[in-house]
T-cell receptor, first 117, second 114 residues
Framework: AQSVTQLDSHVSVSEGTPVLLRCNYS??????LFWYVQHPNKGLQLLLK??????LVKGINGFEAEFKKSETSFHLTKPSAHMSDAAEYFC???????????????FGTGTRLLVSP | DSGVTQTPKHLITATGQRVTLRCSPR?????VYWYQQSLDQGLQFLIQ???????AKGNILERFSAQQFPDLHSELNLSSLELGDSALYFC?????????????FGPGTRLTVL
C-alpha cells in the first residue's frame, strides 16, 4: 500500500529565510506525488505535482520539490519565505491502481509552517 | 478559486440526524471524490464517482452514502450522526479520475454534531 510520512509536524522559519518541508513516500510502483497547501479555514490548493517526468518540479508561489527515488523522498522547498506562506502543507501520494480509472489520494499528516517577521 | 463548489459551508445538527452535503465539480470534470478531515484521523478518502457511477470506496462508513447525478453534481448523505462525525468534508473533482489526474478541491463543509 502507498503511504507518505511527513517528518515534521511543525516548521518555524523567519520571513526571507529558506523553507524545507520533508516528505518520504512508500509505493510499490512509480508514484504520482503532490504537495497541497491548506490555509486556515480554506480548502486545499495544489502547489505542485510529480508524475514521472522531470524530477525537479516547480510549483506556484516559488515552491519546488525534487523527486529522489533512491531516497524515496519528495521534499518541498522555497528559497525565501513570505508571511503569506504560513499554512498547513500536505504531501500526497497516489494510491489505487495504475492503468485503471481509479485514483485514491493518500495524505500525509501535514506540516504546519509558521513564518515569523 | 478551484471551480469546485460545496454547500452548505457550515452545518450544525444533533446526534441521530441525517444531513446531505452537496458538491458541484469544475466544468468538464467527470470524476468526483469525497474526503473527510478530522483532528484524529487526518484527511481520509471516502468515495469516488465517475460519470454517475461509483468507482472506488475508501474508509466510508455504512451510515454514509453518496451519489453522482446526470448533471455531475454529487451529494454525500450522512445518517444516524454521531459526535465523532464532526469534521470538515471536502469534495474534489478531476477530469477523468485517472491515475495521474490532478484533483481540485472545494472549500469544504464543516459539520458539527452536537
Amino acid at each position: 500500500a502507498q503511504s507518505v510520512t511527513q517528518l515534521d509536524s511543525h516548521v518555524s522559519v523567519s520571513e526571507g529565510t529558506p523553507v524545507l518541508l520533508r516528505c518520504n513516500y512508500s509505493s510499490s510502483y512509480s508514484p504520482s506525488l503532490f504537495w497541497y497547501v491548506q490555509h486556515p479555514n480554506k480548502g486545499l490548493q495544489l502547489l505542485l505535482k510529480y508524475t514521472s517526468a522531470a524530477t525537479l518540479v516547480k510549483g506556484i508561489n516559488g515552491f519546488e520539490a525534487e523527486f529522489k527515488k533512491s531516497e524515496t523522498s519528495f521534499h518541498l522547498t522555497k528559497p525565501s519565505a513570505h508571511m503569506s506562506d504560513a499554512a498547513e502543507y500536505f504531501c500526497v501520494v497516489t494510491g489505487g491502481r495504475m492503468n485503471t480509472g481509479f485514483q485514491k489520494l493518500v495524505f500525509g499528516t501535514g506540516t504546519r509552517l509558521l513564518v515569523s517577521p | 478559486d478551484s471551480g469546485v463548489t460545496q454547500t452548505p459551508k457550515h452545518l450544525i445538527t444533533a446526534t441521530g440526524q441525517r444531513v446531505t452535503l452537496r458538491c458541484s465539480p469544475r466544468s468538464g470534470d467527470l470524476s468526483v471524490y469525497w474526503y473527510q478531515q478530522s483532528l484524529d484521523q487526518g484527511l481520509q478518502f471516502l468515495i469516488q464517482y465517475y460519470n454517475g457511477e461509483e468507482r472506488a470506496k475508501g474508509n466510508i462508513l455504512e451510515r454514509f452514502s453518496a451519489q453522482q447525478f446526470p448533471d455531475l453534481h454529487s451529494e454525500l448523505n450522512l445518517s444516524s450522526l454521531e459526535l465523532g462525525d464532526s469534521a470538515l468534508y471536502f469534495c474534489a473533482s478531476s477530469v477523468s479520475g485517472g491515475f495521474t489526474d490532478t484533483q481540485y478541491f472545494g472549500p469544504g463543509t464543516r459539520l458539527t454534531v452536537l
